[in-house]
């Protein structure tokens, strides 16, 4: 097959729009691929996905999305959203800073740079079709997934709430029967997990299945006596104890009764887990020389904790050691949640009904300034609650999809937050709550109106009212409240250009309210309500399969108008207090995404994007700067797989590389800007797996084989603090293996 005809519905669509940009790459793409691709009987697995609220083939979806199926989730070990981080175009994840249980999550530089329990985030997760309300709470180990689905860009139709920057659903697997298995894991750092699963039937169309799963890991940083020690890179830590920073110990399980008559199937889920960390080590990575004069301190070593040196060795320079009071670092969290869902075919279509109510109680105590001296920390206390109901009806006609529902959701969240500073010195005590009542009808219909053409077009209408409370325990307090609504559309135009190649225009329209800053740096300010945020999205795509099925190839050029986007404008000295701002940004990228049968053994996946992410709004923040970067927001991202089986056992190498990126929102002039930028790096995984018997699986894995020390995000206090910056990185170097056996 031509190159030029596999490209050619891409010149004649996307010709003086991006072509400048796709010609240098999409060209190369095919051309080396085609070179090893010979006709033979073997075809890439056909991957159905559930994005649209029905069943169809991921390349006839004409939607940005990346599915990743069963066996690959299972081959990578992936239990939770982070570990989807770099897998997908446009794709940002990381753990929140501070935080081993919240997730901050960017796809097409939509972002929540807060975790705050009171913040919406800007990108949807879904377990099972129950949103996920939260950031915080949203890192738990889900096992047994049977796919997971990726969406980019606005889904105001189907998913609606706070969907600007996309979704990412998590779909796991229905009781079948099928017994029991196991897993155990082993690796470097004291990792120890074990998963069990019972999977069994209770008579004609009924199923139940158990899931139950122990995580423990100790630090990546061991905390030492010591008062004269430096160290360069990540302390090994071979010990288990609670008393290293990054420890992970946590419980969970999960139950689902299935029922599955002939129009009706019920299905009922409850999970829970309990985990108790030590938040992820900060690192001081800059303060201004001599800056601990200001504290009687002179030029005197800072003692106790990880290191120490004296603290000009940290002036103007990144990673000269370790550095936390670990005696004021803890984390407790639990996540659960209960759902039903109940599905009838109908004379109309399929109605399904789901009610979910997912809870989390979270607690943190965190040294704040990195430091082995209590200059910055602070507690949190949280409670989140939230009831959801969704009602949908599905069908088809002869040349027509449709789908029609009601959503709605109550949540209530509260934390309470002492903070101190200074040794000690000052102490505030800040509550902050929020309350949420949202609702919505949605309806999309599919018509094929012509041969080879299918037209989309759906609406959704919200609703919502929210409530913020902030006092200063002692000296003041207030409350504000805000409802806001809107319409958003969809509209997708397809055409089947082939046999093997769709394109398709999709503009579509988001949506998140506003809301009441409980974490801004007075009271007073808890009265505004700060603006909805609205997004405009256009995307030009292309979907094919070529050489006999032995290629897959999705091209996506996307150009985002956001109005009044959503800051969390860290202005203060104090930690937790942050200002609202509301920014415009137009934010335009290219998304490839490849994989290639390369012959009846060898698999190779090419994942490319670039992002063009400019704040437009000429907003003045607090302190007198002007906001003008999106976090989060690298320039190219690449992702690429190789996998070739050797018979007896398989091989696989993953390599991620992402450009230079901000990851909080100051502006250039901000001397902070600089201290939080994040350098370009790469990672690459070694994944070894063998079926050495019947029901018998053993793998071999190393995470981070470079052992690149990486920065992931970074926080900035303001002058009154030295300019005090604290650097959070991903983890070292990891090795271990996976047993799983099935009986």
Same mark, same amino acid.
């Given at each position: 097959?031509?190159? #030029?005809?596999?490209?050619?519905?891409?010149?004649?669509?996307?010709?003086?729009?991006?072509?400048?940009?796709?010609?240098?790459?999409?060209?190369?793409?095919?051309?080396?691929?085609?070179?090893?691709?010979?006709?033979?009987?073997?075809?890439?697995?056909?991957?159905?996905?559930?994005?649209?609220?029905?069943?169809?083939?991921?390349?006839?979806?004409?939607?940005?999305?990346?599915?990743?199926?069963?066996?690959?989730?299972? %081959?990578?070990?992936?239990?939770?959203?982070?570990?989807?981080?770099?897998?997908?175009?446009?794709?940002?994840?990381?753990?929140?800073?501070?935080?081993?249980?919240?997730?901050?999550?960017?796809?097409?530089?939509?972002?929540?740079?807060?975790?705050?329990?009171?913040?919406?985030?800007?990108?949807?997760?879904?377990?099972?079709?129950?949103?996920?309300?939260?950031?915080?709470?949203?890192?738990?180990?889900?096992?047994?997934?049977?796919?997971?689905?990726?969406?980019?860009?606005?889904?105001?139709?189907?998913?609606?709430?706070?969907?600007?920057?996309?979704?990412?659903?998590?779909?796991?697997?229905?009781?079948?029967?099928?017994?029991?298995?196991?897993?155990?894991?082993?690796?470097?750092?004291?990792?120890?997990?074990?998963?069990?699963?019972?999977? #069994?039937?209770?008579?004609?169309?009924?199923?139940?299945?158990?899931?139950?799963?122990?995580?423990?890991?100790?630090?990546?940083?061991?905390?030492?006596?010591?008062?004269?020690?430096?160290?360069?890179?990540?302390?090994?830590?071979?010990?288990?104890?609670? %008393?290293?920073?990054?420890?992970?110990?946590?419980?969970?399980?999960?139950?689902?009764?299935?029922?599955?008559?002939?129009?009706?199937?019920?299905? #009922?889920?409850?999970?829970?887990?309990?985990?108790?960390?030590?938040?992820?080590?900060?690192?001081?990575?800059?303060?201004?020389?001599?800056?601990?004069?200001?504290?009687?301190?002179?030029?005197?070593?800072?003692?106790?904790?990880?290191?120490?040196?004296?603290?000009?060795?940290?002036?103007?320079?990144?990673?000269?050691?370790?550095?936390?009071?670990?005696?004021?670092?803890?984390?407790?969290?639990?996540?659960?949640?209960?759902?039903?869902?109940?599905?009838?075919?109908?004379?109309?279509?399929?109605?399904?009904?789901?009610?979910?109510?997912?809870?989390?109680?979270?607690?943190?105590?965190?040294?704040?300034?990195?430091?082995?001296?209590?200059?910055?920390?602070?507690?949190?206390?949280?409670?989140? /609650?939230?009831?959801?109901?969704?009602?949908?009806?599905?069908?088809?006609?002869?040349?027509? %999809?449709?789908?029609?529902?009601?959503?709605?959701?109550?949540?209530?969240?509260?934390?309470?937050?002492?903070?101190?500073?200074?040794?000690?010195?000052?102490?505030?005590?800040?509550?902050?709550?929020?309350?949420?009542?949202?609702?919505?009808?949605?309806?999309?219909?599919?018509?094929?109106?012509?041969?080879?053409?299918?037209?989309?077009?759906?609406?959704?209408?919200?609703?919502?009212?929210?409530?913020?409370?902030?006092?200063?325990?002692?000296?003041?307090?207030?409350?504000?409240?805000?409802?806001?609504?809107?319409?958003?559309?969809?509209?997708?135009?397809?055409?089947?250009?082939?046999?093997?190649?769709?394109?398709?225009?999709?503009?579509?329209?988001?949506?998140?309210?506003?809301?009441?800053?409980? /974490?801004?740096?007075?009271?007073?300010?808890?009265?505004?309500?700060?603006?909805?945020?609205?997004?405009?999205?256009?995307?030009?795509?292309?979907?094919?399969?070529?050489?006999?099925?032995?290629?897959?190839?999705?091209?996506?050029?996307?150009?985002?108008?956001?109005?009044?986007?959503?800051?969390?404008?860290?202005?203060?000295?104090?930690?937790?207090?942050?200002?609202?701002?509301?920014?415009?940004?137009?934010?335009?990228?290219?998304?490839?995404?490849?994989?290639?049968?390369?012959?009846?053994?060898?698999?190779?996946?090419?994942?490319?994007?670039?992002?063009?992410?400019?704040?437009?709004?000429?907003?003045?923040?607090?302190?007198?700067?002007?906001?003008?970067?999106?976090?989060?927001?690298?320039?190219?991202?690449?992702?690429?797989?190789?996998?070739?089986?050797?018979?007896?056992?398989?091989?696989?190498?993953?390599?991620?590389?992402?450009?230079?990126?901000?990851?909080?929102?100051?502006?250039?002039?901000?001397?902070?800007? /600089?201290?939080?930028?994040?350098?370009?790096?790469?990672?690459?995984?070694?994944?070894?797996?063998? /079926?050495?018997?019947?029901?018998?699986?053993?793998?071999?894995?190393?995470?981070?084989?470079?052992?690149?020390?990486?920065?992931?995000?970074?926080?900035?206090?303001?002058?009154?603090?030295?300019?005090?910056?604290?650097?959070?990185?991903?983890?070292?170097?990891?090795?271990?293996?996976?047993?799983?056996?099935?009986?």
């Amino acid at each position: 097959m031509s190159i #030029f005809v596999i490209i050619s519905p891409l010149f004649h669509l996307f010709w003086g729009i991006f072509m400048n940009k796709l010609k240098n790459i999409i060209f190369l793409i095919p051309l080396v691929f085609a070179f090893n691709a010979t006709a033979q009987s073997s075809m890439l697995e056909e991957v159905v996905v559930t994005a649209q609220k029905k069943e169809e083939s991921l390349q006839d979806a004409p939607i940005a999305i990346t599915a990743l199926t069963a066996s690959t989730i299972e %081959d990578l070990d992936i239990a939770n959203v982070v570990d989807l981080a770099g897998m997908a175009p446009n794709v940002h994840i990381i753990n929140t800073p501070s935080n081993n249980t919240a997730a901050t999550i960017a796809i097409r530089g939509g972002s929540t740079t807060n975790p705050a329990i009171t913040w919406e985030p800007t990108v949807g997760m879904y377990l099972d079709g129950v949103y996920l309300g939260k950031g915080q709470g949203s890192i738990f180990d889900v096992v047994d997934l049977e796919r997971v689905e990726i969406l980019r860009g606005p889904q105001g139709t189907l998913y609606g709430r706070n969907t600007l920057g996309g979704a990412i659903n998590l779909i796991s697997k229905k009781p079948s029967g099928e017994g029991m298995s196991s897993k155990l894991t082993l690796g470097n750092y004291g990792l120890r997990q074990a998963q069990f699963i019972t999977d #069994f039937g209770l008579g004609e169309n009924r199923f139940a299945k158990l899931v139950v799963n122990k995580k423990q890991r100790a630090g990546y940083v061991r905390v030492y006596d010591s008062p004269y020690q430096a160290f360069d890179g990540v302390v090994p830590n071979t010990v288990s104890a609670n %008393d290293n920073l990054d420890a992970i110990d946590s419980t969970g399980y999960k139950f689902t009764y299935l029922y599955e008559g002939d129009k009706t199937s019920v299905t #009922f889920t409850t999970d829970k887990t309990d985990q108790k960390n030590v938040p992820p080590f900060a690192q001081l990575t800059y303060t201004i020389p001599n800056w601990s004069a200001a504290f009687g301190l002179g030029a005197s070593p800072l003692t106790g904790g990880l290191k120490v040196a004296p603290i000009e060795l940290f002036a103007n320079s990144e990673r000269q050691s370790m550095s936390h009071n670990d005696t004021l670092t803890s984390e407790l969290s639990m996540v659960k949640g209960t759902s039903l869902t109940v599905t009838r075919d109908t004379g109309l279509g399929t109605l399904k009904a789901i009610w979910s109510k997912r809870e989390t109680e979270w607690f943190d105590r965190l040294d704040l300034d990195g430091s082995p001296f209590n200059i910055a920390e602070t507690a949190r206390d949280t409670d989140y /609650e939230a009831d959801t109901f969704e009602l949908q009806l599905s069908g088809s006609t002869e040349n027509m %999809d449709y789908v029609i529902g009601y959503y709605m959701l109550e949540d209530d969240a509260y934390t309470s937050n002492p903070q101190s500073y200074f040794l000690g010195g000052s102490t505030i005590v800040q509550n902050y709550s929020g309350t949420s009542e949202a609702e919505a009808v949605f309806g999309q219909i599919t018509w094929a109106f012509a041969e080879k053409w299918d037209l989309t077009i759906g609406a959704r209408k919200t609703e919502e009212d929210k409530t913020g409370f902030k006092e200063y325990v002692g000296i003041f307090g207030q409350s504000g409240a805000g409802s806001f609504d809107d319409t958003t559309s969809t509209f997708i135009l397809e055409h089947d250009y082939s046999e093997n190649t769709n394109v398709y225009l999709k503009v579509a329209e988001g949506f998140k309210a506003g809301g009441i800053n409980a /974490e801004a740096p007075t009271p007073f300010e808890s009265l505004k309500p700060y603006s909805p945020e609205t997004i405009e999205s256009t995307e030009l795509g292309l979907k094919g399969r070529y050489f006999d099925n032995r290629m897959m190839l999705n091209v996506a050029y996307f150009d985002n108008e956001h109005e009044d986007m959503q800051i969390s404008y860290f202005t203060a000295d104090a930690a937790a207090a942050s200002q609202v701002l509301n920014n415009s940004a137009d934010i335009s990228g290219l998304e490839i995404e490849s994989m290639t049968l390369l012959n009846d053994s060898t698999v190779l996946t090419l994942n490319f994007s670039t992002l063009d992410a400019e704040a437009t709004g000429n907003v003045v923040a607090q302190d007198g700067f002007l906001v003008n970067n999106i976090p989060y927001s690298p320039e190219k991202t690449l992702y690429a797989s190789l996998e070739k089986d050797f018979g007896s056992y398989r091989v696989r190498l993953d390599h991620t590389r992402v450009d230079e990126h901000a990851s909080f929102p100051y502006n250039s002039q901000d001397f902070r800007t /600089e201290l939080t930028y994040i350098d370009t790096n790469s990672k690459t995984d070694l994944l070894v797996l063998t /079926e050495p018997m019947e029901n018998l699986q053993l793998n071999f894995w190393v995470r981070n084989l470079n052992n690149n020390y990486h920065k992931s995000s970074a926080i900035s206090f303001g002058p009154g603090f030295g300019y005090l910056t604290v650097g959070y990185f991903d983890a070292p170097r990891t090795f271990g293996m996976d047993l799983h056996y099935s009986f």
